[in-house]
């Protein structure tokens, strides 16, 4: 049996040797180190990017929702509701803490990883002027809420003035409407009492009897009595009202005083007479009782 040989070229020989030598080698080594060290701060540098991404794609969410709560809460203001208007705003400050907390980390993170995309910091660093913007005008507007507040609080306590006052000037002209109406009461009674009259017409002997004229005798004549007498037998009148009053009898005899130019008797178709004053306020003058003596 003979012997076969493996024929390899010398060069192929030289060149493998070659190679594990240069595998072998520090420097080689050196470089396979940096570019495993360059592709893990490849992919590092693309999760940070990522991160980035994330994060700006929240705040410019936030953003956008405390825009629509603004608009919610100069409404809530402009009807009155300041209580929920004050929670919206501590709520929308509350978003805008957390939003400035998270560029401050992204700022960070984005400074340790060395980053260096332009376009990538020129948004970091429009998304913190917006926060600022924000901030500002989520005080300015929580300081024209707690004016507002002020105000309503200072109108309420004027209307509870107001309230105050117009009870107390109702209770007032309660109190002069009493009083009114007691000193109606008076005048109309003192009224009454001056305009009262009293009048009786009774037969001769009737007045003798109630005590409201004398007797008389053979040379006296019957005359009213200065003594007091029966005043069941008068009719009470308003002197005002009195202009007409029937005699009921052709042969009337005056007993009171009246003056003769303040009354005539006249008769009427039947015979009977009746008296007519023409003068109430004359009529009255003398006395307030008028007493006839009718036959």
């Not at 705040?59 to 009155?80: D, T």
């Not at 004053?277 to 036959?295: G, H, P, R, T």
Request: aromatic fraction near 6%; charged fraction near 25%.
């Amino acid at each position: 049996m003979k012997s076969k040989f493996l024929f390899v070229p010398l060069s192929v020989l030289l060149f493998a040797v070659a190679s594990c030598d240069v595998e072998r080698s520090e420097k080689y080594q050196t470089l396979l180190a940096e570019r495993d060290s360059l592709y893990t701060e490849a992919v590092a540098a693309k999760g940070g990017f990522d991160q980035a991404l994330n994060t700006i794609n929240e705040i410019e969410n936030a953003l956008e929702s405390v825009r629509a709560q603004e608009n919610i809460i100069m409404m809530e203001n402009m009807e009155g509701n300041t209580n929920r208007a004050v929670s919206e705003i501590n709520a929308i400050q509350q978003t805008l803490q957390e939003n400035r907390n998270k560029i401050d980390k992204l700022e960070k993170q984005l400074a340790e990883q060395g980053a260096t995309s332009k376009a990538l910091n020129q948004t970091v660093s429009r998304l913190k002027k917006q926060l600022e913007e924000k901030d500002v005008f989520i005080n300015n507007l929580r300081e024209e809420l707690q004016q507002s507040r002020q105000e309503i609080a200072n109108l309420n306590e004027q209307v509870s003035n107001l309230n105050e006052d117009i009870d107390a000037l109702n209770s007032n002209l309660d109190v002069m409407s009493v009083q009114n109406a007691a000193q109606q009461a008076t005048i109309e009674s003192q009224d009454a009492m001056l305009n009262t009259v009293w009048v009786c017409i009774a037969p001769q002997d009737v007045l003798v009897e109630k005590g409201v004229v004398s007797k008389g005798g053979l040379f006296q004549s019957s005359e009213i009595s200065k003594q007091g007498f029966d005043k069941s037998q008068f009719v009470q009148g308003n002197k005002r009202d009195l202009e007409i009053i029937p005699l009921n009898t052709k042969k009337p005899k005056i007993m009171t005083n009246h003056p003769e130019n303040s009354y005539q008797v006249n008769e009427e178709e039947s015979g009977a007479k009746v008296l007519q004053i023409l003068d109430k306020e004359a009529f009255w003058s003398m006395s307030n009782y008028l007493v006839v003596s009718i036959k």
